[in-house]
Structures are given as C-alpha cells and as structure tokens.
C-alpha cells in the first residue's frame, strides 16, 4: 500500500503528525498493511504551518493517483485553498485513490474537489456549516467512514483516526499495542460506518 500525506501552506501539523505517528507504526504488523510506504507531498519543497512552522516534504506534486490513500489534515489554509486552482487541480488527481483520508477541514478540501458529492462526512465541530454544501450529510460525530471514505473532526482527532486506520488494516490487537506505544489510554467514541456507496 503507497500512502500520500498531503502538506500545504496554514496546515495544523498537529493534524498531520497526531495522524503519522500512529500510522506510520503499520510497517510493523504482519498482515496485508506490511510493506506500506509512504511519502510526504506538497506543491513546494518547504511548507509552513499556521503558526510559522516549517517542514520540507519529500515528494513535490506527484500525481496522487499512483497512491492507494491519501491523507489531507486540516487548518487555516484551507479556506483559501478550496479557491486555488492549481491546489485543486492536484487534489483532484486523487479521483481515482481508493482510500481518501482527513482530519478536521482537509474534508473541505476533499468536498471542493468533488468527491464528497454522494457521501456523509465530518469535520471539526467549529465549521460544520463550511462543509455542508460539499457532501451528503455531515455527520456531527468523530470519525465517519462512508464507503473508503474517511472523514474525522477536530485536531486531537488525528490521533484517534490513526488508531482506527490500524485496525481497519491490522486489527484490534495491533490497534491496542499501538495505543500502549504512544501510551494513549483513550478509546474514540462517535465513530460512525456506513459501508454504502464506497
């Protein structure tokens, strides 16, 4: 499995690294997830978080489609970018992604590429009305996962979605060693399937 975790200008990196901690852990479990590779993507070679943080990424604009899921965290930035073209545009390359993944408002940006139109979804609970007019129903719940779609809301979120994407991959007891690694007590409540329409 090729997964893209997706960076761009006014991210919260707290969605982005509560998500690749955990999920990162997967290379370690014997079962199909084994082998998982993963790259981190932007338009440019550094990206600055909404608090003046900067990272560099590994791949620049690669064609999201050559992955098996894509991962958007959320912030600022979104807002603007769900009105940037060429942003969009390389969004949208992910049409054909089996596994599109988000936390908090990068589902915005999954509904400004279009690939919302039919699905129920989440964000973080302050901008509900944001995502409105780009899916189905939105879902006032954590994680949603509506077909090989998966929404789930605010920041600390990121970390209760990477559990949950372990064990959809590896299972229940991989998930719990997981949560022993990072030495997180807490299991997500709110979560909500709906396996039609993936």
Sequence with gaps: MRIALVLFNGATFLDFVGFYDVIYRLYQFDSSSQGTTWDICGLTEEVTDELGMTVKVNVIKPDLSQYDFVFLPGGMGTRKL???????????TAESVEYKVSVC????LWGAAGFLKNKKATTHPNVYGLLEPYCLEVVKSRIV????????????????LGVYVIELFAGTEAADLVKKQIDY??????????????
Excluded: R
């Design 145 to 160: 996962k509506d077909g090989k779609v998966i929404t789930a809301g605010g920041v600390a979120t990121s970390i209760d």
């Design 82 to 92: 769900i009105h940037d073209k060429d942003f969009m545009d390389w969004i949208k």
């Design 105 to 108: 408002t990068g589902s915005l």
């Design 185 to 198: 007590p807490y299991s997500a409540v709110g979560i909500v399937e709906m396996e039609a329409g993936t």
